[in-house]
């Protein structure tokens, strides 16, 4: 209950505020990653309980079917969504001359997902997307083409980035703010960069309490992406998000000093036990080692953003160790202190912010200042003296919502966005920046 209590209190706020906006109508297009199922594990205020799904024949939509009946009978704060559903081998022709909606939700193949947001630009469709927008050079190409004409539509364009809502980023973010605590960014170097973000990832999870069945085009990089351009986007993000807040990065801000990727091999028992395929399809020919099936989801870039070094690693294993999950690392080093998030055996796979000072005189008081002021935002957040050059800033457990709750507060975003007609005037060049700074690490790891 408590993990839902901040999510439960932004919608009945924003459900006692004047709504003088056209109700919002949800079209979901081939909703291939169960990300797409998890924008609607919530319902929202001024959107039409009545949603359409448009897609092929398959397993894929059935699971999403599935999930959102699931959500529909839960015990606890069930959903309420009618689904009408349209399933054809023209799924996107179908879905652009009927508009039944006027937002089209898509989570689902990398490769065509640019095709489908030029599609519902191109037919005045507002797009609400998960990342990676785009995972090849070619598709960066149809991005910023898709960005002109969404302009030119009124129509807006918005990537799902939900670990901007991840408590401890946040956190990292407001104390980053502060020039008491943490002072300024460093320049930092190739070596020691001035803001880092390692994110490792597991195929085989559980999402909503079951096993996540990933499909088997999920292992094609052509389909897919490859890791370099995919879970990236959202550490790409982070950097821009927290290092430069509320200002535009253009691409001339941008220099990419190096980049590698490399695979996971994926025996065919692993393959079946995530997919429930025996076999390898044969689009998967290519990528095998034997009976191995070689995965390159595994990248690393290092850049410059306004002359500061960054660095961001995004790895793939086959299963967390038990009672584990995805993990996050990161720091940012500042003038005064570095701030540090964890999430190791030491920290009970929890992620946890850390900050260092550089030099411990005067510390402590300048913390309980800043800390009163990031209360306001973080109701709750205290900190601990681990020793004189290490504290550690505890997070209540209401504020712990979880991944799957942040795509409830991001669609939040998202429709008070829709509302007002536009988005932040940052928002979309860093969006084509963010896109332009993956797809430069993509082709320098492949020379």
Known sequence: MKKF????????????????????????????????????????????PSISVFAPEGPEVKDFLSKISAYN????????WEVNVNLSDDFLQVMVSKKPGNVMIVAGKNSRKIDYVLAAVKAGLNVYADKPLVINPEGFIKLEEAFRIAKEN????????????????GLQKAFSMSSEIFGSLIDGTEEEPAISKLSVHHFFKYVS?????????????????????????????????????NQ????????????????????????????????YPPYLSKDLKGENLKVYCNGEMNYKIRGKHAKVSVVWNFKAPEGTKDTHYSIMRGTKSDLIIKQGEAENYKTTLYIQPNETEGFENNL???LSEVQSEFPGVTSTKISDSLWKINVPEELKIGHEAHFGQVTINFLNYLKNGELPAWEVPNMITKYYTTIEAYKMAQD
């Open 5 to 48: 209590a901040i999510l439960i209190s932004i919608i009945l706020f924003i459900s006692c505020q004047k709504n003088n906006s056209k109700t919002v109508k949800f079209m979901t297009l081939d909703p291939g990653h169960f990300h797409a199922a998890l924008t609607l594990k919530t319902m929202y205020e001024g959107v039409d």
């Open 73 to 80: 009978s839960r015990d606890e704060d069930p959903t309420e």
């Open 154 to 169: 009124n129509v807006l364009i918005y990537d799902i980035m939900t670990e901007r809502f991840e408590v401890t980023t």
């Open 209 to 245: 309490g079951k096993p996540l069945v990933r499909p088997a085009w999920f292992f094609d990089i052509n389909e897919e992406g490859e890791g370099i351009v995919d879970v990236t986007t959202h550490l790409v993000d982070l950097i821009q998000w927290e290092a430069f807040p």
């Open 248 to 279: 535009i990065i253009d691409r001339s801000d941008i220099e990419m000093v190096s980049a590698k990727r490399w695979p996971t091999e994926l025996t065919p028992r692993e393959f079946q036990k995530v997919t429930g395929y025996s076999y």
């Open 368 to 370: 309980v200042t800043t």
